[in-house]
């Protein structure tokens, strides 16, 4: 993803006008702040580990979607490709399980900084995600969210599947599909 492709003019679109936001891929020298990020955004139970996220980076790093601020991470969106139809506990394990000619994009996470939520961020991350995964072919993206992230995941064109067989973080998942 060429950031300059994307840029960040959606971001005045949000009532911020500082000049010094980035939006590009994730590589190894993120590894502090999105594992810092994630520790904000998730339960203990919940949040990926910081040896998960070396694996992922070092897996698919190229299907982060990150946005700083300065050299702060705002917000971030990640997942792997893979043919399998279904998101299971597994993919979120072992990083290795990407398949770069997948069908599907899975969705791992959707974080935005605490500070920075509720100002629509996390919509037009989501956007530009998943415009990304449509220009590289894919067939759509497919993710879980707990019950109270349901409507959010709507709105962002996901359809609900229903409950998942997940069992991360001893929480209830239900899954959710977006077709292109």
């Known amino acids: 993803m060429d950031s300059s492709r994307f840029g960040c003019s959606w971001l005045r679109d949000l009532g911020f006008t500082e000049e010094n936001w980035s ?9 502090f702040a999105v594992s810092y990020v994630e520790k904000e955004c998730f ?11 070396r694996e992922r980076l070092q897996f698919y790093g190229n299907h982060f979607l990150l946005l700083y601020k300065g050299d702060q991470l705002i917000s971030f969106v990640d ?16 990083a290795s399980l990407h398949d770069e000619k ?8 959707v974080n935005t900084h605490p500070e920075f939520q509720k100002r629509g961020i996390a919509t037009r991350m989501m956007q530009a995600f998943l415009e990304e995964a449509k220009k590289e072919g ?18 962002c064109g996901f359809d609900l599947e229903g ?6 973080g001893d929480a209830e998942w239900y899954q959710m599909r977006r077709c292109f």
């Open 23 to 31: 939006l590009r891929k994730g590589s190894m020298e993120d590894l």
């Open 43 to 53: 339960p203990p139970l919940e949040a990926a580990t910081e040896n998960s996220f």
């Open 79 to 94: 997942g792997f490709c893979t043919k399998e139809e279904n998101l299971t506990d597994l993919m979120y394990e072992d």
């Open 102 to 109: 997948g069908s599907w994009q899975m969705i791992f996470g």
């Open 138 to 155: 894919r067939k759509g993206a497919v993710l879980t969210c707990k019950k109270e992230k349901i409507p959010f995941y709507s709105c």
């Open 163 to 168: 409950k998942s067989a997940s069992v991360h």
